[in-house]
T-cell receptor, first 109, second 114 residues
Framework: DAKTTQPNSMESNEEEPVHLPCNHSTISGTDYIHWYRQLPSQGPEYVIH???SNVNNRMASLAIAEDRKSSTLILHRATLRDAAVYYCILRDAGNKLVFGAGTILRVKS | DSGVTQTPKHLITATGQRVTLRCSPRSGDLSVYWYQQSLDQGLQFLIQYYNGEERAKGNILERFSAQQFPDLHSELNLSSLELGDSALYFC?????????????FGPGTRLTVL
């Protein structure tokens, strides 16, 4: 399974944008980039995924570097409810999700 | 609410015992996954079933087994329990199988082995 590297923690102010980086230098051509988050005392929650092009949905945007060796999850306006552990995951042809340690996002009011 | 249900929410048992965790996937989802989350190991994939058949296996101990029934619900059986099996167990489901499908997670079952 290809590996990802994320900062251990980040802090943001409420109502401001947050950019969560992820490095995946060993990504292969067929790996999808997935982001999940886990709010306190809850199961993981799907956020967004992409292959090559940038993606937007109601929760976030995913910006993928041209060489695909890094990506950034963008929360456009962080709220207190966005405080969670964010996981960047590469999915190959296998079906499982391989979770790393993720990034703990703290949001200050 | 992801649409995935898990029972029970909490389970307290003793070492050496056997327990069964149950998962009902979202309506229409054919694939079920089991994950274990412990403080020292993080979130780890255990096993996947697709339409009743085992599809992938992860770090699942021989003392653990799972199955998916014709109505697509799944059960994870944990036997000869040890203190180290105390963890959160999550079930997830997805429509199909493949690396582009999102997985929807249930609220988890917290297992405490005393």
């Amino acid at each position: 399974d290809a590996k990802t590297t994320q900062p251990n923690s980040m802090e943001s102010n409420e109502e401001e944008p947050v950019h969560l980086p992820c490095n995946h230098s060993t990504i292969s051509g067929t790996d999808y980039i997935h982001w999940y988050r886990q709010l306190p005392s809850q199961g993981p929650e799907y956020v967004i995924h992409g292959l090559t092009s940038n993606v937007n949905n109601r929760m976030a945007s995913l910006a993928i570097a041209e060489d695909r060796k890094s990506s950034t999850l963008i929360l456009h306006r962080a709220t207190l409810r966005d405080a969670a552990v964010y996981y960047c995951i590469l999915r190959d042809a296998g079906n499982k999700l391989v979770f790393g340690a993720g990034t703990i996002l703290r949001v200050k009011s | 609410d992801s649409g995935v249900t898990q029972t029970p929410k909490h389970l307290i048992t003793a070492t050496g015992q056997r327990v069964t965790l149950r998962c009902s996937p979202r309506s229409g989802d054919l694939s079920v996954y089991w994950y274990q989350q412990s403080l020292d190991q993080g979130l780890q994939f255990l096993i996947q079933y697709y339409n009743g058949e085992e599809r992938a296996k992860g770090n699942i101990l021989e003392r653990f087994s799972a199955q998916q029934f014709p109505d697509l619900h799944s059960e994870l059986n944990l036997s000869s329990l040890e203190l180290g099996d105390s963890a959160l167990y999550f079930c997830a489901s997805s429509t199909w199988t493949g690396n582009y499908n999102e997985q929807f997670f249930g609220p988890g079952t917290r297992l405490t082995v005393l």
